[in-house]
T-cell receptor, first 113, second 113 residues
Framework: DAGVTQSPTHLIKTRGQQVTLRCSPK?????VSWYQQALGQGPQFIFQ???????QRGNFPDRFSGHQFPNYSSELNVNALLLGDSALYLC????????????FGDGTRLSIL | AQSVTQPDIHITVSEGASLELRCNYS??????LFWYVQSPGQGLQLLLK??????LVQGIKGFEAEFKRSQSSFNLRKPSVHWSDAAEYFC???????????FGSGTRLQVQP
């Protein structure tokens, strides 16, 4: 049973560019959340998708956007990249139900030059 | 707003010694509490969770945690640490298991032989 998978593993971009990160949830999971983890810090919640809609959003600018597809997979898009966007981006998935924990992928390491 | 404090940035213990990692949270209602572990270059693995009921919860790898509402704490414990336990540990709080999680800044555990 595959867990949460993310691609790519690593990515290098320059300031001003745009990037798309991808996530496939664990089998049986329908909710996908995205987190940003800067070096030496804990993850920070970006947003969550359920039924192909953004259900909850953290304190991130509109440059961060996302999408969820009918198969529950998800994309995170970041426009006009800044040096401060360099981080590990983590995807987490969960089942329906308030008592269902989130399971995390290994993340995408994004470096901005 | 919810918040999590992990007072210890770095802890070093000898292999075989006991371990306690501290976590204090701020939340207006009954919280959902979690401990995750992160090895270098990897995502987060769920160690254990507290939703309700028994305040002492057992997790994987021999870890346990105790929820103390009066102290707003959810400390992680292990009676005998193994070298493979060296990693970063994160405490998190949420409104439910599925909703946005707020993480602490983490505690890095080093295990001496």
């Amino acid at each position: 049973d595959a867990g949460v998978t993310q691609s790519p593993t690593h990515l290098i971009k320059t300031r001003g560019q745009q990037v798309t990160l991808r996530c496939s949830p664990k089998s049986g999971h329908d909710t996908v959340s995205w987190y940003q983890q800067a070096l030496g810090q804990g993850p920070q919640f970006i947003f969550q998708y359920y039924e192909e809609e953004e259900r909850q959003r953290g304190n991130f600018p509109d440059r961060f956007s996302g999408h969820q597809f009918p198969n529950y997979s998800s994309e995170l898009n970041v426009n006009a990249l800044l040096l401060g966007d360099s981080a590990l981006y983590l995807c987490a998935s969960s089942r329906t139900g308030s008592n269902q924990p989130q399971h995390f992928g290994d993340g995408t390491r994004l470096s901005i030059l | 707003a919810q918040s999590v404090t992990q007072p210890d940035i770095h802890i070093t213990v000898s292999e075989g010694a006991s371990l306690e990692l501290r976590c204090n949270y701020s939340y207006g209602a009954t919280p959902y509490l979690f401990w995750y572990v992160q090895s270098p270059g990897q995502g987060l693995q769920l160690l254990l969770k507290y939703f309700s009921g028994d305040t002492l919860v057992q997790g994987i790898k021999g870890f346990e945690a105790e929820f103390k509402r009066s102290q707003s704490s959810f400390n992680l414990r292990k009676p005998s640490v193994h070298w493979s336990d060296a990693a970063e540990y994160f405490c998190a709080v949420g409104a439910t298991g599925r909703r946005a999680l707020t993480f602490g800044s983490g505690t890095r555990l080093q295990v001496q032989p």
